[in-house]
C-alpha cells in the first residue's frame, strides 16, 4: 500500500516560515509529478506548486517568491518552504502525487495525504 504522509505544518505568525515535508511510503518504483495543494472550507482546493522528478517547478501566482517546492528523490519525499507568511495562507495543505509505479508493476494515478493544517496569525 502506498501512502504519503504529510508534516510540519502549525501555527505562524504573519511574516514567518514553515516548512512541510511529505513523504511516499510503501512499494514504490517511481513517484512522478509531487505537488501542494491547500484548501479551506467551503472552497475549491487549490495548486500552490508542484515538482516533477527532474525538478522542474511550478507555482501559483499567490505563493511565487515566498514558497519554495523542492524534492529528494532518494527518500521520496517532497518539501514545501513557506516565508513571507501571510493570514491568508492559512490553509489545510495536501500533499499530492499524479502517478506512482510500483515495485510489482502497478500504477497509481492521484493520491493524496492526509492534509495538514497551516495558521497564520496576523
Known amino acids: 500500500q502506498v501512502q504519503l504522509v504529510e508534516s510540519g505544518g502549525g501555527l505562524a505568525q504573519a511574516g514567518g516560515s514553515l516548512r512541510l515535508s511529505c513523504s511516499v511510503s510503501g512499494d514504490t518504483f517511481q513517484v512522478n509529478t509531487l505537488g501542494w495543494y491547500r484548501q479551506v472550507s467551503g472552497e475549491q482546493r487549490e495548486l500552490v506548486a508542484d515538482i516533477t522528478y527532474d525538478g522542474d517547478t511550478s507555482y501559483s501566482d499567490s505563493v511565487k517568491g515566498r514558497f519554495t517546492i523542492t524534492r529528494d528523490n532518494a527518500k521520496n519525499t517532497v518539501f514545501l518552504q513557506m516565508n513571507s507568511l501571510k493570514a491568508a495562507d492559512t490553509r489545510v495543505y495536501y500533499c499530492?502525487?499524479?502517478?506512482?509505479?510500483?515495485?510489482?508493476?502497478?500504477?497509481?494515478?492521484?493520491?493524496w495525504g492526509q492534509g495538514t493544517q497551516v495558521t497564520v496569525s496576523s
Open positions: 499530492h502525487c499524479d502517478r506512482i509505479l510500483t515495485g510489482g508493476g502497478l500504477t497509481i494515478d492521484e493520491t
